[in-house]
């Protein structure tokens, strides 16, 4: 009889990201300089689920603003495609409708069901580190990812890192309490280098439905990104950062 042969992939990160575009814009040069060092870097966008018409009007005014209609979040889909290609990340989209789509009577079942398919990915995954957003800015979808990813990395015991949520991190230090008593633990600054910045801001071009919403106050989103980086690198090029959990 054959031998069954192993599906699981193994990956060096996993990074979870709430919406399609929260990773690369958050720490997308971490992410291309970890892939460029050789690191297998797999991004779960877990509020990438595809929503049925007729849409809430909320999603509608949503819809009309990034310019896309008939199949919206398919098309956010292929803008992240090629923003990862770029990262030379592999994305990976969840099934889990953004809140814009969801009924609010659902959240109890959507926070269960979002830990337990992270802790499905860890265990076929067995990355080294796990990655997610802080939930600054205290967006619902960034809330309920950020919870389930750190319940399932705690009870794997991978090692966990937050990352700084932009461009909420340029106007807001607001963040919502860790789950299950956990704390912040120090603040990790790092210099990405220009070369991972680059390719960061290309990435962060792809999601073009989404640039009139992200260039807030007339300011265009790589300019804030920028311009937040350079005030944490304190002068000395670009800089990223994340938090440490304990
Ligand atoms: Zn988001």
């Known amino acids: 009889m ?4 192993e599906v699981t992939q193994m990956a060096d990160v996993l990074a979870v990201s709430p919406h399609l575009d929260d990773a690369a814009l958050s720490c997308g040069a971490t992410l291309a300089r970890w892939a460029a060092e050789g690191r297998d870097v797999l991004v779960y966008s877990a509020f990438a689920g595809l929503p049925e018409p007729p849409f809430p009007p909320a999603a509608q005014r949503f819809h009309e603003l990034w310019q896309l209609h008939d199949d919206p979040v398919r098309a956010r889909r292929a803008e992240d495609e090629e923003a990862m290609r770029d990262l030379g990340v592999t994305e990976s989209h969840g099934p889990f409708l953004d809140e814009i789509y969801r009924d609010a009577a659902d959240e109890a079942d959507v926070a269960r069901e979002l830990e337990l398919v992270i802790g ?3 265990e076929a995954h067995r990355p080294e580190t796990v990655l997610t ?4 800015g205290l967006h619902k979808d960034h809330v309920l990812a950020r ?3 750190v319940r399932a990395a705690v009870s794997s015991g991978t090692p966990l890192l937050l990352w700084e949520d932009l461009p909420y991190g340029v106007w ?3 963040r919502p309490p860790l ?3 956990r704390s912040w633990g120090p603040t990790v600054v790092t210099e990405v280098g ?3 910045w680059k390719t960061k801001i290309t990435a962060v071009a792809r999601y073009a439905s989404q640039y009139a919403m992200l260039s807030y106050r007339e300011t265009p989103i790589e300019d804030q990104l920028e311009r937040h980086a350079r005030t944490l690198a304190r002068g000395s090029g670009v800089a990223e950062q994340v938090w440490t959990v304990v």
Request: glycine share 4%; hydrophobic share 30%.
């Open 2 to 5: 054959p031998q069954k042969k």
């Open 120 to 122: 499905r990915l860890i």
């Open 133 to 136: 957003c802080s939930a600054l």
């Open 147 to 149: 919870d389930a990813t």
């Open 172 to 174: 807001t230090r607001e």
């Open 179 to 181: 789950p299950d008593g």
């Open 194 to 196: 220009a070369d991972a």
